[in-house]
C-alpha cells in the first residue's frame, strides 16, 4: 500500500538527517511512494524467507526481530521503537530476510521501496553517512548483546537494555515480560524477579505491561561498575 502525501509520511521522513539536503523533488517522489504495513500485536510484520522490497522504520507502535529454532524456542535479539529503522544490512547485502519482525502492539511499518533505498545508497551522501552511523550502532548493539550473554547478570542484563529503550527516547516501555524475557535471554520468571527487585530500589515503576524508568542514571551506574 502506498501513502498519501498527506499522511504522517512527510513528518516522519522531514526527520531524517538526509531528506531535507535532497533535491525538491525526490524528496516529493519519496513522500508519494513511501510503503505501509500495519499488524496487530502478536501478528508477522515481515516473515523470515521473503524477498526484501523496503528499508522498513517503525511509525508507531513497537516491533521486535526474531528468529524460532526447530523445537520451537523463540530467540528476539532487537526490540525496534517507533521512529528508529532495521534491517540495512540485509538489505544492502540482498537476498530474503533472515528473521521474523513481529509487532510487539498495533504497529504501522513505514518502508523506503528498494530501487529508492539503492539508489540514495549510490548518490546521496547524507543518506550514506547515516547508514554508516545505523550500522555501527548495530554493530555496537551485537557487542553489546555477546557480552552481556556471555558476562552480565540478569539484573545487568535487564538494565541493559531498559537503557538501549531510553536511548531512544522511552522511558515508559509498553512490553511484556514474556517479551523482555525473549530480548534479554532470560526467562519470564528471572524477568519478573529482577524487575520488582529494581522497583523495590525506586528505580523503575511497573504497571500492566508497562515499566516505566525513574532513575536511568541509577541503571547506567548498575552497567558502569565493571
Do not use: C
Not at 526484501?52 to 523445537?71: F, I
Not at 523463540?74 to 544492502?92: I, K, Q, R
Not at 532470560?186 to 511497573?206: H, Y
Amino acid at each position: 500500500m502506498t501513502l498519501d502525501s498527506r499522511t504522517p509520511a512527510r513528518v516522519f521522513l522531514s526527520q531524517q538527517p538526509w531528506f531535507g539536503s535532497m533535491d525538491p523533488s525526490l524528496r516529493e517522489t519519496l513522500i508519494n511512494d513511501m510503503l505501509l504495513q500495519r499488524a496487530s500485536r502478536g501478528e508477522l510484520l515481515v516473515r523470515r524467507g521473503t524477498p526484501v522490497d523496503a528499508w522498513w522504520a517503525v511509525l508507531s507502535g513497537m516491533a521486535k526481530l526474531q528468529t524460532e529454532g526447530r523445537d520451537g524456542r523463540v530467540s528476539a535479539f532487537l526490540g525496534v521503537p517507533a521512529g528508529d529503522w532495521f534491517g540495512e544490512g540485509t538489505v544492502l547485502n540482498g537476498g530474503p530476510w533472515r528473521y521474523d519482525v513481529v509487532a510487539l502492539r498495533d504497529t504501522t511499518l513505514i518502508g523506503l521501496p528498494l530501487a529508492h533505498f539503492h539508489h540514495l545508497y549510490q548518490t546521496h551522501l547524507p543518506f550514506n553517512h547515516y547508514l554508516i552511523a545505523r550500522l555501527n550502532l548495530r554493530l555496537g548493539q551485537a557487542m553489546t548483546a555477546i557480552e552481556a550473554g556471555r558476562l552480565r547478570t540478569p539484573e545487568e542484563r535487564v538494565a541493559q537494555y531498559l537503557v538501549m529503550f531510553l536511548g531512544s527516547g522511552m522511558r515508559k516501555i509498553t512490553l511484556t515480560q514474556e517479551d523482555f524475557g525473549h530480548l534479554t535471554g532470560l526467562s519470564r520468571q528471572t524477568v519478573n524477579r529482577v524487575l520488582k527487585a529494581l522497583e523495590a530500589k525506586g528505580w523503575i515503576s511497573l504497571e500492566f505491561s508497562r515499566i516505566e524508568v525513574l532513575q536511568p542514571d541509577a541503571l547506567q551506574a548498575l552497567l558502569n561498575r565493571r
